[in-house]
């Protein structure tokens, strides 16, 4: 499982975000493909970094798979497809988000699409700040960005 030592490279890499942070909220995956793939990969990574978990998100409809769509197909892709949990809904339970400081917990960021998308029902829910960690970036589709693991030195 590669959650283990992926997750203690978020841990370093994003200790500045992690440091505050009231807890760690996973990007949801829609209930059929989390049935098909068997986990979350977002929350086996969240649950690696220390800080409490919060499954405060729900996704309410299965998307199609952001790889291979444009920037804007990405953000038509996602709006809509978040709310908060219904078990997060009561109000004694809100208080879990309210005025806290969230990291959202993702496995890849391209264009921010999903995180924006989830970020803004998590602000609407009365979140303070929203932050976002991820194990990778890439390159949008069809983006001119070249990006090296090992940038060549001068």
């Known amino acids: 499982m590669l959650a283990g030592p992926l997750g203690a490279m978020m841990r370093a890499a994003g200790a500045d975000l992690l440091h505050d942070a009231d807890c760690a909220v996973p990007v949801p995956l829609h209930p059929w493909r989390r049935i098909r793939r068997g986990f979350n990969q977002a929350d086996d990574l969240a ?78 829910a009365g979140a303070r700040e929203v932050r976002a960690l991820t194990v990778a970036r890439a390159a949008p589709p069809n983006s001119s960005i070249r990006q090296s693991v090992n940038p060549p030195t001068a």
């Open 47 to 124: 649950r690696q970094l220390g800080v409490p978990v919060v499954p405060a998100l729900w996704r309410t409809r299965p998307t199609a798979a952001q790889m291979g769509l444009s920037a804007a197909e990405r953000q038509r892709n996602v709006r809509h497809a978040f709310r908060l949990s219904p078990l997060l809904a009561q109000p004694s339970r809100e208080r879990r988000l309210a005025d806290r400081v969230v990291v959202l917990i993702d496995d890849v960021r391209t264009t921010g699409a999903t995180l924006h998308a989830c970020a803004a029902t998590l602000l609407s």
